[in-house]
């Protein structure tokens, strides 16, 4: 009992110094005059809440989580089980000071017992919206002490925990996937759908063409299935399966195609990217009472056309340009995908696109790549990883320079061209580094040529 009688002794000694009586104590602190004397003087002590702790904390002026250390070591005493409800409401409250060094040792504390597993999980589940940071250290303990391989709920902390994980580093991103992906299949429906899509544009990212076709496949079939069910069931006049979703379904369902219609654009497979392109094209047959079902449809409409102006391009339509940036005009949010496939277009066919170039040099060179892309995140029309954004800055940079090289203009754009691109790589995906050498060995060879005519 030496941690029960040092719990007390502090709290006994703090009182007794400051002069107090268990009655004035009691009424100061607001803990009734009984269970001070069951709590401090019982030859049995009762057990102290949390809340009782707090309140003479209070009274004492002492800081927040003032014996928290000694209160956890009498939770979990060798003398009685611990109570989930105390150690429960004890977590809720570290979790609310942010301590997450007495959470860690509460955790590893109750590592000597993992029937509290289901418990933790569910406490980690309502904490999540709120704090995420020290949810997570609850997860961590579920995946440490789960036993069954096939759990829902060790699939849902390894999804919560690869959420969290995901930033702007291309390369941190693909670490947290791989973690992951192996319980992808075990997770509820809803998770299920925004695990792919974003497991999908991390391989986009990353430009892992055969993984991010088969996350984009994956999505494709469960968005299908869940669509086929959800019609069955109003034919039959059953109840309409409930989707938690982040958006609507139809988005899933199309970006499962678009996806796929962009990585065969990048393949060159133009024939297949039009095939999917013509799938997403009219989405109307839809049906769905989510409010944002149209607006989402009406999309992904306006994204086949733009993705049809790109394979024309790419297949030396230059005829399709025009019209091209008049649409760009009224869709500043597509002038980054789209410069980049017109200036790829250009380098393959020698198109001139320096009007293009000067009319959005703004957008080109941001002041900021990552606030420039964070912040095009947050409108209602954008749905994509801001990494994707990322690597299409590294690609179109890598593009414009060898745009600038064929033309033999060695000047000021070229060489910020050519530090934007080192510097981005540098920070989001250093995998990238040799495009950068490639480079400079074309800028060397190009001053070289230059200097010879002077």
């Given at each position: 009992?030496?941690?029960?009688?040092?719990?007390?002794?502090?709290?006994?000694?703090?009182?007794?110094?400051?002069?107090?009586?268990l009655?004035?104590?009691?009424?100061?602190?607001?803990?009734?005059?009984?269970?001070?004397?069951?709590?401090?003087?019982?030859?049995i002590?009762?057990?102290?809440?949390?809340?009782?702790?707090?309140?003479?904390n209070?009274?004492?002026?002492?800081?927040?989580?003032w014996?928290?250390?000694?209160?956890?070591?009498?939770?979990?005493?060798a003398?009685?089980?611990?109570?989930?409800?105390?150690?429960?409401?004890?977590?809720?409250?570290?979790?609310?000071?942010?301590?997450?060094?007495?959470?860690?040792?509460?955790?590893y504390?109750?590592?000597?017992?993992?029937?509290?597993?289901?418990?933790?999980?569910?406490?980690?589940?309502?904490?999540?919206q709120?704090?995420?940071?020290?949810?997570?250290?609850?997860?961590?303990?579920?995946?440490?002490?789960?036993?069954?391989?096939?759990?829902?709920?060790?699939?849902?902390?390894?999804?919560?925990?690869?959420?969290?994980?995901?930033?702007?580093?291309?390369?941190?991103?693909l670490?947290?996937?791989?973690?992951?992906?192996?319980?992808?299949?075990?997770?509820?429906?809803?998770?299920?759908?925004?695990?792919l899509?974003?497991?999908?544009?991390?391989?986009?990212?990353?430009?892992?063409?055969?993984?991010?076709?088969?996350?984009?496949d994956?999505?494709?079939?469960?968005?299908?299935?869940?669509?086929?069910?959800?019609m069955?069931?109003?034919?039959?006049?059953?109840?309409?399966?409930?989707?938690?979703?982040?958006?609507?379904?139809?988005?899933?369902?199309?970006?499962?195609?678009?996806?796929?219609?962009?990585?065969?654009?990048?393949?060159?497979?133009?024939?297949?990217?039009?095939?999917?392109?013509?799938?997403?094209?009219?989405?109307?047959?839809?049906?769905?009472?989510?409010?944002?079902?149209?607006?989402?449809?009406?999309?992904?409409?306006?994204?086949?056309?733009?993705?049809?102006?790109?394979?024309?391009?790419?297949?030396?339509?230059?005829?399709?340009?025009?019209?091209y940036?008049?649409?760009?005009?009224?869709?500043?949010?597509?002038?980054?995908?789209?410069?980049?496939?017109?200036?790829?277009?250009?380098?393959?066919?020698?198109?001139?696109?320096?009007?293009?170039?000067?009319?959005?040099e703004?957008?080109?060179?941001?002041?900021?790549?990552?606030?420039?892309?964070?912040?095009g995140?947050?409108?209602?029309?954008?749905y994509?990883?801001?990494?994707?954004?990322?690597?299409?800055?590294i690609?179109?940079?890598?593009?414009?320079?060898?745009?600038?090289?064929?033309?033999?203009?060695?000047?000021?754009?070229?060489?910020?061209?050519?530090?934007?691109?080192?510097?981005?790589?540098?920070?989001?995906?250093?995998?990238?580094?040799m495009?950068?050498?490639?480079?400079?060995?074309?800028?060397?060879?190009?001053?070289?040529?230059?200097?010879?005519?002077?």
């Amino acid at each position: 009992m030496t941690q029960l009688k040092t719990l007390r002794h502090e709290l006994e000694k703090e009182i007794l110094q400051r002069g107090y009586s268990l009655s004035s104590f009691s009424r100061l602190s607001g803990v009734n005059r009984g269970v001070l004397s069951a709590t401090l003087n019982s030859k049995i002590p009762k057990p102290i809440s949390i809340h009782q702790l707090d309140q003479m904390n209070l009274a004492l002026d002492k800081p927040p989580g003032w014996l928290y250390d000694l209160f956890i070591e009498e939770c979990f005493s060798a003398e009685e089980k611990s109570n989930w409800r105390r150690v429960r409401s004890l977590i809720i409250r570290c979790v609310e000071l942010q301590r997450s060094d007495l959470i860690n040792r509460i955790l590893y504390l109750l590592l000597d017992d993992p029937s509290y597993i289901d418990e933790v999980f569910r406490l980690a589940e309502n904490l999540i919206q709120k704090e995420e940071n020290l949810a997570i250290l609850l997860y961590k303990y579920v995946i440490e002490y789960e036993r069954n391989s096939h759990s829902e709920r060790l699939a849902v902390s390894h999804y919560r925990i690869f959420k969290s994980l995901i930033g702007n580093n291309i390369e941190t991103n693909l670490k947290a996937a791989l973690t992951f992906a192996p319980h992808r299949n075990l997770l509820p429906v809803p998770m299920q759908l925004d695990a792919l899509l974003k497991l999908a544009n991390i391989y986009y990212s990353l430009q892992d063409w055969e993984q991010a076709v088969n996350m984009a496949d994956e999505l494709y079939r469960l968005s299908s299935k869940a669509y086929q069910l959800r019609m069955q069931a109003r034919q039959n006049h059953g109840v309409i399966p409930f989707l938690d979703l982040e958006r609507p379904l139809v988005v899933y369902y199309g970006q499962g195609l678009l996806l796929k219609c962009a990585v065969y654009e990048e393949e060159e497979k133009y024939d297949k990217a039009q095939i999917y392109v013509d799938l997403f094209a009219d989405l109307q047959w839809f049906e769905d009472e989510h409010a944002e079902n149209q607006y989402y449809i009406d999309r992904f409409r306006f994204y086949s056309i733009i993705h049809t102006m790109n394979l024309e391009l790419l297949t030396g339509k230059e005829q399709v340009l025009d019209r091209y940036l008049q649409i760009l005009e009224q869709h500043p949010q597509e002038v980054l995908p789209s410069t980049l496939i017109i200036i790829e277009a250009a380098n393959k066919y020698g198109y001139n696109v320096d009007p293009l170039l000067s009319r959005y040099e703004d957008i080109i060179y941001p002041a900021d790549i990552l606030d420039y892309l964070i912040a095009g995140s947050k409108a209602r029309y954008n749905y994509q990883d801001v990494t994707i954004g990322i690597n299409r800055y590294i690609d179109l940079y890598y593009q414009l320079a060898i745009y600038y090289c064929d033309r033999n203009v060695y000047d000021e754009r070229l060489e910020k061209i050519l530090y934007t691109l080192e510097s981005t790589i540098e920070q989001y995906n250093r995998g990238r580094i040799m495009d950068c050498l490639h480079l400079f060995k074309r800028l060397r060879k190009l001053t070289e040529s230059l200097e010879k005519q002077v």
